[in-house]
């Protein structure tokens, strides 16, 4: 099967279109999201992203992905960042926490 340029370019601006949204800037290395270079930029954009959420002071982010505030350890257990067990919005815990009442009413 072959794809006609045409798609190509719709594909490719789609693409960048969601770099732009969710990340607040389109950048070279985006042309090439399959590459390290591409995923080191993304993942620092979400830290400073993360950064800025949680910061005491007030400041608009660039764009609104953020990494999610999870480590997981070389054993695969998950854990939340040091000191920031909880989102400092809303307080709910980043982890979860078990409840009494059924997972059709909270799912």
């Not at 960048?16 to 070279?28: C, F």
């Not at 982010?61 to 000191?83: A, C, F």
């Amino acid at each position: 099967m072959t794809i006609s340029p045409a798609v190509d370019l719709q594909v490719y601006g789609y693409r960048m279109s969601l770099w732009a949204e969710h990340l607040g800037t389109v950048e070279e290395c985006f042309r090439q999201p399959e590459s390290e270079e591409c995923v080191q930029r993304v993942n620092q954009v979400a830290d400073d992203n993360w950064a800025t959420y949680v910061s005491p002071q007030m400041e608009d982010m660039k764009g609104h992905l953020m990494r999610y505030p999870v480590k997981v350890e070389q054993d695969g257990r998950v854990g939340p960042l040091p000191g920031q067990e909880s989102f400092p919005d809303v307080g709910g815990k980043v982890l979860g926490t078990h409840s009494s009442l059924p997972n059709a009413l909270t799912t």
